[in-house]
């Protein structure tokens, strides 16, 4: 059996795997503390652009009368626009725009598309032209040198097909990301998509798109469908700050083919970080290549308790019952800061109905959990025989390993 820590010394960390019998123990006190909670919700919404204020627009975006124009249709134009100061993500947000695709020239009769964008870069951020849709890398045959946003996660509206990237058609949409700067490659990971849309997005005509993020669940919806035309179980966390916010804005491009890229207004509404699912992180400090394969949620092989200066750092897997623990010393009070991150027991159900951040869905669990008085999904705390546990309070059984996700956290002795 093996171990690692982010320094690579095994005498730095204790892995525990534990699957404890039936008995009666003391659940301690936990404590978690969540950086900026009780923030208010935020709420922006521009029913035009006649008036630009609060934004930041970068490359060759522009104000054509009381629209964004990300993009004029014309070749090898790449451009984008940020509200300048951050919104709450972590939690779940709502955004909804009209745009509309026009003057179509060039390869394809118009391309490249453009995308809807979270970010941690900054709201001066911009990606490549051409088949980078303003966030990604560029073709480095077309365009040399060029650079994506990292940190990034975007709901790209696709209008061109390039074969050689591997694009289903020229009529698509694809949640794509991008981590660390020194990981940027082309083309852009995709985490979904869809192969054809029934709707056709350049077919100039004003259309609606409704994004919706109930974490992990991301769903983007066009015009008036009931039922999104993508949805997916997406992990935002590279894209927020610890205060789980990030920027978020429209990127756009053209290359050999053009179009006016035109957004006609634009709603924001984040959800109070406050809420029971919290996914604050900045940054995953584990390879990712230690993931168990083929699940959805990055599933760790082990659990991690990794020794520092005042207490301990732990990657708890969501699929190990009472996984973790480390010595009580009497005295002292362990508590739990900086919790983060996903679990998964329920793909079906849609947001905290099967899945949660590590203060679970926000009612009791009930009868067949480890913790019945606990939410369902959160990360629970137990004191027995001179050693302090930790679970995610999912179903005791069998089913327990089917979970997925982690939640990563620190704890301090005091």
């Not at 709420?43 to 004029?72: C, H, M, N, Q, W």
């Not at 798109?209 to 999104?228: E, K």
């Not at 996984?323 to 849609?350: E, L, M, Y």
């Not at 025989?385 to 179903?395: C, I, K, M, P, Q």
């Amino acid at each position: 059996m093996g171990w690692w820590t982010e320094s690579g010394n095994p005498n730095e960390a204790f892995v525990v795997f534990s699957y404890m019998r039936a008995a009666r123990y003391n659940l301690a006190c936990l404590t978690l503390v969540l950086s900026g909670a009780g923030r208010a919700p935020a709420a922006i919404l521009y029913e035009d652009f006649a008036s630009i204020g609060g934004l930041s627009l970068v490359g060759d975006a522009a104000v054509s009368g009381k629209v964004l124009r990300l993009t004029p249709a014309k070749r090898d134009r790449s451009g984008a626009v940020w509200l300048v100061e951050k919104q709450p993500v972590a939690s779940g947000f709502e955004t909804t725009f009209q745009f509309q695709l026009t003057h179509q020239g060039g390869l394809g009769h118009g391309a490249d598309g453009f995308a809807f964008v979270l970010q941690n870069s900054g709201p001066e951020a911009l990606g490549g032209r051409g088949s980078a849709g303003g966030f990604a890398v560029s073709d480095p045959d077309y365009h040399h040198r060029e650079k994506a946003i990292p940190w990034s996660v975007a709901i790209f509206f696709d209008t061109y097909r390039n074969e050689e990237e591997g694009d289903p058609s020229a009529n698509y949409i694809a949640f794509c990301t991008y981590g660390k700067p020194s990981e940027l490659r082309w083309p852009a990971p995709r985490l979904a998509f869809t192969q054809n849309l029934s709707i056709r997005l350049k077919d100039r005509n004003v259309h609606t798109a409704r994004i919706l993020f109930q974490p992990p669940v991301l769903s983007t919806f066009l015009d008036d469908s009931p039922v999104p035309v993508l949805e997916s179980v997406v992990d935002l966390s590279i894209v927020m700050d610890q205060q789980g916010e990030a920027w978020v804005g429209f990127t756009a491009s053209t290359g050999g083919g053009y179009e006016n890229h035109d957004i006609l207004n634009w709603s924001f509404t984040g959800t109070d970080i406050s809420s029971s699912l919290s996914l604050v992180s900045s940054h995953i400090t584990f390879m990712m290549s230690a993931c168990l394969p083929d699940r959805k949620l990055c599933t760790p092989e082990t659990t991690i308790v990794e020794h520092r200066d005042a207490g301990y750092h732990v990657i708890l897997p969501g699929n190990i019952e009472w996984g973790a623990s480390i010595p009580s010393p009497k005295g002292r009070t362990v508590v739990v800061t900086n919790a983060h991150g996903i679990v998964c027991w329920d793909f079906q159900a849609r947001g905290s109905d099967g899945c949660s951040g590590p203060s679970g869905n926000g009612t009791p669990a009930g009868a067949g959990f480890l913790d019945p008085d606990a939410p369902a999904g959160a990360l629970i705390v137990r004191a027995r025989e001179g050693h302090t546990w930790f679970s995610v309070n999912g179903r005791s059984g069998a089913g327990f390993k089917n979970n997925e996700g982690f939640y990563e956290f620190d704890l301090d002795l005091r």
